[in-house]
T-cell receptor, first 110, second 117 residues
Framework: SQQGEEDPQALSIQEGENATMNCSYKTSINNLQWYRQNSGRGLVHLIL?????REKHSGRLRVTLDTSKKSSSLLITASRAADTASYFCATVSGTYKYIFGTGTRLKVLA | DAGVIQSPRHEVTEMGQEVTLRCKPISGHDYLFWYRQTMMRGLELLIYFNNNVPIDDSGMPEDRFSAKMPNASFSTLKIQPSEPRDSAVYFC???????????????FGPGTRLLVL
């Protein structure tokens, strides 16, 4: 199955800085979601943006979507050590099939 | 709610042995998904069920893999015989269509880390 590509693959920043990660996908979508995975744990849903939306905010998270470029970005502002995790985008098309990206490993240094 | 429950959390077995992974979805959820996660291939959807019926098993790698959902609160993923390349983390996730949310979020279990020697 096709997968989204995320970049960077890994990101290391200082606490308090902003973290931006990007996701590109290949097919038309119903919505795009971002998930977080802490080491040794399952994925946790963070935020969803629909195909007719361009930007969404939730707390320190900001998501943008550009359907013409088939890309999305996730911005985490004022990062904390607890934000250290892997972040995945997931696209959902007409069926209930989720396609996950390759993930970005974020490390926030205290 | 306890969330999605998976067992065992870790499994080490020898090549050729049968492996059975178990999942209990969140009560009331009518969709159940099995995923496999590896460094090389990322997170792959293996199969998903709706109301206990398999809907799409196109991601199941080969005949050695089988999945069942005998009732709304239990599913198994079986590998027989297992091979070293099956080593991965296997996740179960569930979702509910009751509020039209099945396309909007999935709830993941903690995963089963499988090592086939």
């Amino acid at each position: 199955s096709q997968q989204g590509e995320e970049d960077p693959q890994a990101l290391s920043i200082q606490e308090g800085e902003n973290a931006t990660m990007n996701c590109s996908y290949k097919t038309s979508i119903n919505n795009l979601q971002w998930y977080r995975q802490n080491s040794g744990r399952g994925l946790v849903h963070l935020i969803l943006i629909r195909s007719n939306e361009r930007e969404k905010h939730s707390g320190r998270l900001r998501v943008t979507l550009d359907t013409s470029k088939k890309s999305s970005s996730l911005l985490i502002t004022a990062s904390r050590a607890a934000d250290t995790a892997s972040y995945f985008c997931a696209t959902v098309s007409g069926t209930y099939k989720y396609i996950f990206g390759t993930g970005t490993r974020l490390k926030v240094l205290a | 709610d306890a969330g999605v429950i998976q067992s065992p959390r870790h499994e080490v077995t020898e090549m050729g042995q049968e492996v059975t992974l178990r999942c209990k979805p969140i009560s009331g959820h009518d969709y159940l998904f099995w995923y496999r996660q590896t460094m090389m291939r990322g997170l792959e959807l293996l199969i998903y069920f709706n109301n206990n019926v398999p809907i799409d098993d196109s991601g199941m790698p080969e005949d050695r893999f089988s999945a069942k959902m005998p009732n709304a609160s239990f599913s198994t993923l079986k590998i027989q015989p297992s091979e070293p390349r099956d080593s991965a983390v296997y996740f179960c996730a569930s979702s509910s269509s009751a509020t039209g949310k099945v396309r909007e979020t999935q709830y993941f279990g903690p995963g089963t880390r499988l090592l086939v020697l």
